[in-house]
Nanobody, 114 residues
Framework: QVQLVESGGGLVQPGGSLRLSCLLS???????????VSWYRQVPGKEREWVAQ???????AYADDVKGRFTISRDDAKKVVYLEMNSLNSEDTALYSC?????WGQGTQVTVSS
């Protein structure tokens, strides 16, 4: 069964860091490497917002408001995609989910608050 499972969310103070993980369970081929894996976030009442993407040999792209603070990476042996988030602020509070090949995980909540 193919599914994406996110983890690593939680409550963090402003200026803090978190690392999210996205396990690509059941993905038996490497098509997700070619097509890419993305992180998105969503706040209640707002549309889902693209955050970052990684594809091919490690090509990455970021939304402007996270560039320089977030880093997306991938461990092909473990089939895990990470999102390292630094210098977090209250506007980063959201449900973060990963997507690949038309599939989505349930998400992991990140709350930035003092």
């Amino acid at each position: 069964q193919v599914q994406l499972v996110e983890s690593g969310g939680g409550l963090v103070q402003p200026g803090g860091s978190l690392r999210l993980s996205c396990l690509l369970s059941g993905f038996t081929d490497s098509l997700y490497i070619v097509k890419g894996v993305s992180w998105y976030r969503q706040v209640p009442g707002k549309e889902r917002e693209w955050v970052a993407q990684i594809w091919n040999a490690g090509t990455t792209a970021y939304a402007d408001d996270v560039k320089g603070r977030f880093t997306i990476s991938r461990d092909d042996a473990k089939k895990v995609v990470y999102l390292e988030m630094n210098s977090l602020n209250s506007e980063d509070t959201a449900l973060y989910s990963c997507g690949a090949l038309g599939r989505w995980g349930q998400g992991t909540q990140v709350t930035v608050s003092s």
